[in-house]
């Protein structure tokens, strides 16, 4: 009796209470963007001259993503799209200063006005991040603060570190840190060392690779000594870059010893694609324009026990999902009343499933001059970079809309012959030569509706002005002063 007393009192008796699991730690996050970068310019992605030794081990030890853009061809749109999380129609952040940069006799329309930089009422990133406990810091080109933007301490960031303020080469007499590569990263490691006890995000926008280009002389005489490859062979580009490398592998170093880098969350990209100094081939384009070479980057996201080590990830993704990736990483909400036009891109470093959108796009309404090499398909008849464009990539598909043909020569009764539209299939044609527009069109009409009913839902503006200035002829002449190239392979 007294057993299954015992045993019952046992029973009824409450369990001592185990301790409470703590929950995962949130982790940091670093977003390392580069200036100018293309993506054939790294090891990884087959350059015969360049070397980037230690972000080809980032990329070994993470996910490359095959498919990464940029969301706009040039600096500063893009840098609104990344730290907004929306496309340029949302922000009008379209050009840096203005969208009717070249020959104005050459532009059939009337560009849509640029805004000069992120309005301070946008919320960013760093503001989200902020308002969820973390640690904010920016360490290099801002980008955003013209008349009618901010400057990064009123958008979210506690610790502002520009020091370097030029791209050109007025700093050529610190020969140990060209463009400020090294003292942006002691900055950034300092901050990381200061708040290695709490979630951080910290943003290390670089001024390297874009012009002037720099780099240590140790460096330099390292490239000139080297053969000359195929396709990459400037000596200083390819030191600027070994050098921008180096940076990253310092600061890659202080997090394995401060023993953070297990609950760090790296993502390196670049802001646009490579300039006229770097071929991108096979790709056709450069920065400026909304061809492959003008859009497509360098993507690497690494984050120990998270992502499975060289991994490699086709999905087509863009910088605006790096606003919901990282809310989604530190469990942090959508700020009340914001727009999102990403998405979280956290199924795809778990494995776990795919991503529910079916396309990504872009919106230019504007002109932007100078046109570079651009192998065969450099437009002698306008010299622009870019022409007013939407773009939509759906799967393998990409379909280019000029609003100048649509607006003017016909729209869709005409869309067969007005050249208005281009149409290619990325995995059959990566370099955009192909046009499939006129033997595909139902593929053309679906994508087409597609675009233009994104471009509505946004309330993208679309230039529709005739440009009284307008002159055939001068549109149809060659750039002055151009010598036109044509190095592309099909």
Known sequence: MKRILATCFLLLSPCPLLPAAEPPPRPNIILIFADDLGWRDVGWQGTDFYETPHLDRLA??????????AAAGNCAPSRACLLSGTYTPRHHVYA????????????????IPNRSGLAQANITIADALKAAGYATGIFGKWHL????GAEPGEQGFDTVHQSYHTWSDAKADEPDNPKGIFSLTRGAIDFIDRNRNRPFFLYLPHYAIHTGLQARPE?????????RGAQHGDPLYAACLYDLDAGVGQ???????????????VVFTSDNGGTQKSSQEPLRGNKGGYYEGGIREPFIAHWPGVIKPGSRNDTPIINVDLFPTFLA???????????????SLLPLFRGTGPLARQ???????????????RGRDLDVRTGFRSRPVSVIRQGDWKLHLFHEEWVLDGGREKIATNKSVELYNL???????????????????????????WIKSTNALVPSQPNPAYDPATANAAPAGKKIKNKAKP
């Open 145 to 148: 603060d013209g008349p009618e």
């Open 329 to 343: 990483a530190a469990g942090a909400p959508v700020p009340a009343g914001k727009t999102l036009d990403g998405e």
């Open 219 to 227: 460096t330099l005489a390292r490239f000139e000594k080297k053969p």
């Open 251 to 265: 600061l890659m170093a202080k997090l394995t010893a401060l023993g953070l880098e297990q609950n760090t969350l």
């Open 60 to 69: 070994a030890s993470g996910m490359v993503f095959t498919n990464g853009y």
């Open 96 to 111: 840096v200063q203005t969208t009717d940069r070249g020959p104005k006799a050459a532009m059939r329309l009337v560009p």
């Open 359 to 373: 396309s990504i796009f872009w919106h230019f309404p504007g002109y932007l001059n100078d046109p570079v090499i």
């Open 427 to 453: 995995a059959a044609d990566l370099g955009e030569h192909r046009d499939l527009a006129a033997t595909e069109p139902a593929r053309r009409d679906a994508l087409l509706n597609d675009l233009l009913a």
